[in-house]
C-alpha cells in the first residue's frame, strides 16, 4: 500500500470516515427507521482493507451479566396486560483500531453493550450486533438520514467551505483598507505639491501600468505604492533641507 505508508492510525481512520461518507436508514423495525449493520460494514470494512486497518472487539473479562426480566405488556389481541419474560445481556467492552502494517499502532476505545430478548442467546447476538452497528457510526462521526444522503452532502460542503469565504471576507476588507489608504495618500500628496501624473505614474509602475488604485488586487502592490509614495515624500522634505535660505527649487 504506497499510498498509505506515510498515514499514522488516527489519518487512517479519518479516510475511512471519509470514505464511508452518509449513511441512509433503510429499515424499519420497532417504530423507527434505521441503518442496517451489513450497509455499515460494507463500506467501512472495505475502507479498512484499502487503508490497512483492523477493528478488534472484545468483553472485558467478569463484567458479562444475564439477567431474567419480567415485565407487564399490552395485548391488543387479548385486550389485556400479559406477562412477558426475557433476559437482559450487559457487559463492558473494547474496542481496538490496529494499523495492520505497524501493529504496535493502535487505539483502544472503551463501549459497553446491552440487548434484550426472550432467548438469553437471541439477546447477547442482538447486543453484539446494536454494540457494533453503533460503535462504527459514533466512532466514525458517520452521519444518518432517512432523506437522500446527497442533500447532507451539500450541507456538509457548505460548512466545510464556511472557513475558506470569512478568509476571503477577511481578506477582500483588508485589501479595501490598503486601497482606500492609498487614494488618501494619493490626494494628500497631490495637496503638497505633487503633480497627480506623478502620483499616478507610481500606481501604475507596481500594477501593471493601471494607474487606477481602485484595480489594485494585491496587498503586496498597496504595500510597494505606499513604500514609493514615502519615498517620494522623504525625497521632497530631503530636498527642501538642502536648499539655500531665499532659494527655491
Not at 119 to 142: I, P, V
Not at 143 to 149: L, V
Request: hydrophobic residues 35%; neutral net charge; charged residues 30%.
Amino acid at each position: 500500500m504506497p499510498d498509505t505508508e506515510k498515514l499514522n492510525i488516527h489519518q487512517k481512520i479519518l479516510k475511512i470516515a471519509d470514505a464511508a461518507g452518509v449513511l441512509q436508514k433503510t429499515k424499519s423495525g420497532y417504530n423507527y427507521k434505521y441503518v442496517p449493520e451489513e450497509e455499515i460494514q460494507a463500506k467501512v470494512t472495505a475502507c479498512m482493507q484499502k487503508y490497512g486497518v483492523m477493528l478488534y472487539h472484545s468483553i472485558v473479562q467478569g463484567t458479562l451479566r444475564v439477567q431474567p426480566y419480567t415485565y407487564e405488556k399490552y395485548d391488543a389481541k387479548l385486550k389485556a396486560n400479559k406477562t412477558v419474560n426475557e433476559f437482559v445481556v450487559t457487559a463492558d467492552s473494547v474496542y481496538k483500531w490496529v494499523n495492520a502494517e505497524t501493529p504496535g499502532e493502535y487505539i483502544e476505545v472503551p463501549w459497553a453493550l446491552v440487548g434484550q430478548m426472550e432467548d438469553a442467546s437471541q439477546a447477547f447476538g442482538a447486543a453484539e450486533t446494536y454494540c457494533n452497528r453503533y460503535f462504527l457510526m459514533k466512532s466514525l462521526q458517520l452521519a444518518t438520514s432517512e432523506a437522500d444522503p446527497d442533500e447532507y452532502r451539500s450541507k456538509q460542503k457548505e460548512a466545510e467551505g464556511y472557513d475558506q469565504e470569512k478568509e476571503q471576507k477577511a481578506a477582500a476588507e483588508e485589501l479595501a483598507k490598503a486601497v482606500k489608504e492609498i487614494l488618501d495618500k494619493g490626494s494628500e500628496l497631490i495637496k503638497k505639491g505633487f503633480a497627480k501624473e506623478e502620483v499616478m505614474a507610481v500606481v501604475g509602475k507596481y500594477n501593471n501600468g493601471n494607474s487606477n488604485p481602485s484595480s489594485i488586487k494585491s496587498i503586496e502592490i498597496c504595500a510597494a505604492v505606499m513604500a514609493e509614495f514615502a519615498e517620494l515624500e522623504k525625497s521632497k522634505a530631503s530636498k527642501k533641507s538642502t536648499t539655500p535660505k531665499g532659494e527655491t527649487k
